[in-house]
């Protein structure tokens, strides 16, 4: 099964700053097969990305999604309140689905 | 409005069994894979498996088959997870969620606490 590590492990930022997120796939991804996800405390996931790079419906465009191969990364250029979450990349390309062992993004 | 409901929280005994579900509205059911997610307090999320509810074909998690079942009813558009003997490490939230890879809706979580 692809093991997906997340790097860091926690991010801790001011409102306004840029995160940059790494999500690294022990083998390819097929077909760029990676989605990416936030969830707070108390709540359900929150689908972020799909397809590498394609956002989901209502997610905005300050968030982004980038890579290929082994190597992605999730950008969130200015940094909200409502932003600081934990992320977790998915991979769908290889079965089984698996995912990353999670980022919290925390206020500095 | 797409919705997934789950059923509500559950305290159980080790040894146990239990089944709980998650029943799809808003859209047609058979059309989506219904996928079961666990996390656990103070971990991320693990994919234990999925079904098609057109046909109930499932694919599972190394690690969780075996130790799980997944399946659905279509004429009532509902899916199911069920263990036949619960551990105390079964002791987390379950999640179910739209789709075959990625997963655009999620229901709320139902927690399972397995305690003697």
């Known amino acids: 099964e692809i093991v997906l590590t997340q790097s860091p492990g926690t991010l801790s930022l001011s409102p306004g700053e840029r995160a940059t997120l790494s999500c690294r796939a022990s083998?390819?991804?097929?077909?760029?097969?990676l989605a990416w996800y936030q969830q707070k405390p108390g709540q359900a996931p929150r689908l972020l990305i799909y397809d590498a790079s394609t956002r989901a419906t209502g997610i905005p465009d300050r968030l982004s999604g980038s890579g290929s191969g082994t190597d992605f990364t999730l950008t969130i250029s200015r940094l909200e309140p409502e932003d600081f979450a934990v992320y977790y990349c998915q991979q769908y390309g290889s079965s089984p689905v698996t995912f990353g062992q999670g980022t919290k993004v925390e206020i500095k | 409005e797409v919705q997934l409901v789950q059923s509500g929280a559950e305290v159980k005994k080790p040894g146990e069994s239990l089944r709980i579900s998650c029943q799809g509205s808003g859209y047609t059911f058979t059309n989506n894979w219904i996928t079961w997610v666990r996390h656990m307090s103070g971990r991320g999320l693990e994919w234990m498996g999925r079904i098609n509810p057109s046909d109930s074909h499932t694919n599972y998690s190394p690690s969780f088959q075996g130790h799980v079942t997944i399946s659905a009813d279509k004429s009532i558009g509902t899916a199911y997870l069920q263990w036949n003997s619960l551990e105390a490490s079964d002791t987390a939230i379950y999640y179910c969620a739209r789709g075959h890879g990625w997963s655009d809706y999620w229901g709320l979580g139902t927690r399972v606490t397995v305690s003697s």
């Open positions: 083998q390819s991804v097929s077909s760029n097969r």
